[in-house]
């Protein structure tokens, strides 16, 4: 018999889906009911309302004691997706990606092969929801399942981060990871902010990149509404600048003309 201490449990977020700069971090975090308790003792809760030291001592017993899985989008993957596909739909498809994999394992499903499949295993997968109609991205994960019967359980809200430890767990993997790519993004381009359009550093950052290089850099999700204003006001400004050179030019050489009419006159 399963018991339900036994049940399986899935906790999805997301780090990183509004910033300008750098990659947005997907996290699995898979433990079971039993575990429950000890994320409650350890004050696992929604990764934006930890300190950075709190996140990271979690972050330490979370990869140590429990089975976790991420996938990270770089800027020029979102860039790429985003052309033929909403945002939504790129998250949807990648916490379906990472349930997939764990299905896999627990059902022991190999590739093309269905049959025989153990069926009795409680699995509930609790994801924090980006789509503000929940029952429909409830029924999108579920329709890019592999595998689904009674026995696994869809749970999909917004503030599930803060609501469920189990996706209190996966934000703080998704933050922590996140975190740490834009501390190397540092090492390599400077000062860049935390890579959220509402920061003025990572605003400051990308006007002067732009400015000295012309171009947006590597880490810069060009598809971003910010990203475009920026590129398109520094073109503005450079077509200024190189009218007011010509016009600045063609007085000049008008002054140089009416000099040269003088000096004939007199």
């Given at each position: 018999m399963y018991e339900d201490n036994d049940t399986i449990i899935l906790g999805l977020d997301e780090a990183g889906r509004g910033p300008v700069?750098?990659?947005?971090?997907i996290a699995l975090v898979k433990?079971?009911?039993?575990?429950?308790k000890k994320f409650e003792e350890l004050g696992f809760r929604d990764s934006k309302k930890l300190n950075k030291s709190k996140r990271n001592g979690l972050y330490d017993i979370i990869m140590e004691n429990y089975e976790v899985k991420t996938i990270i989008l770089e800027a020029?993957?979102?860039d790429s997706m985003i052309e033929k596909t909403n945002l939504?739909?790129?998250e949807i498809g990648v916490f379906s990606k990472l349930i997939n994999k764990v299905l896999k394992e627990e059902y022991n499903i190999k590739k093309g092969n269905m049959d025989d499949i153990y069926c009795n295993k409680?699995?509930?997968i609790y994801i924090d929801a980006c789509s503000n109609d929940e029952r429909a991205f409830k029924n999108k994960i579920k329709?890019?399942?592999i595998f689904h019967n009674k026995n696994i359980e869809i749970i999909a809200e917004h503030g599930a981060d803060d609501k469920y430890k189990i996706v209190s767990a996966a934000s703080i993997i998704a933050k922590v990871v996140r975190d740490r790519i834009i501390d190397n993004y540092k090492n390599i381009y400077g000062e860049i902010g935390s890579?959220?359009?509402s920061d003025r550093i990572t605003i400051n950052y990308l006007?002067?990149?732009?400015?000295e290089h012309g171009e947006l850099p590597d880490i810069a999700r060009k598809c971003w509404k910010t990203s475009k204003n920026i590129m398109k006001n520094n073109n503005k400004r450079k077509e200024e600048s190189v009218n007011n050179k010509n016009c600045n030019k063609k007085n000049e050489n008008n002054s140089n003309k009416d000099k040269y009419i003088q000096k004939k006159l007199f």
């Open positions: 700069l750098g990659p947005m971090v433990a079971t009911e039993k575990d429950l020029n993957e979102i939504n739909n790129i409680k699995i509930k329709s890019k399942l890579g959220y359009p006007k002067n990149y732009i400015k």
